[in-house]
């Protein structure tokens, strides 16, 4: 199994930055790619970022510009920076890991993130 663990959740104004963390713990030779999903109020999952061990990224049109997916792979730690947040980012932010043999996937339990003045 592997246990995905985010914090740096919080409110901050429109404009501000935040950076999320989800590190990774258990069987990590499971996983390869690790990422981050949002899901706001009344609305589905969607996705955000993605990246691979060897740091190739994906993002989604909406935080493109914006937000910075990263990862230490020495520390088993995915980040997010986000920055110039707007309202619309408001929602809890899931960190995501599939299994390398697309089994299942595995998800942390959320961190809230609100935009507001």
């Known amino acids: 199994q592997v246990q995905l663990v985010e914090s740096g959740g919080g409110l901050v104004q429109p404009g501000g930055s935040l950076r999320l963390s989800c590190a990774a713990s258990?069987?990590?030779?499971?996983?390869?790619?690790m990422g981050w999903y949002r899901q706001a109020p009344g609305k589905q999952r969607e996705f955000i970022a993605r990246?691979?061990?060897?740091?190739?990224?994906n993002y989604a049109d909406s935080v493109k510009g914006r937000f910075t997916i990263s990862r230490d792979n020495a520390k088993n730690t995915v980040y997010l920076q986000m920055n110039s947040l707007k309202p619309e980012d408001t929602a809890v932010y899931y960190c995501?890991?599939?299994?390398?043999?697309?089994?299942?996937?595995?998800w942390g339990q959320g961190t809230q993130v609100t935009v507001s003045s």
């Open positions: 990246i691979t061990r060897n740091f190739n990224t």
């Open positions: 258990g069987s990590i030779s499971f996983i390869n790619a």
């Open positions: 995501h890991a599939p299994r390398r043999d697309g089994r299942f996937d595995y």
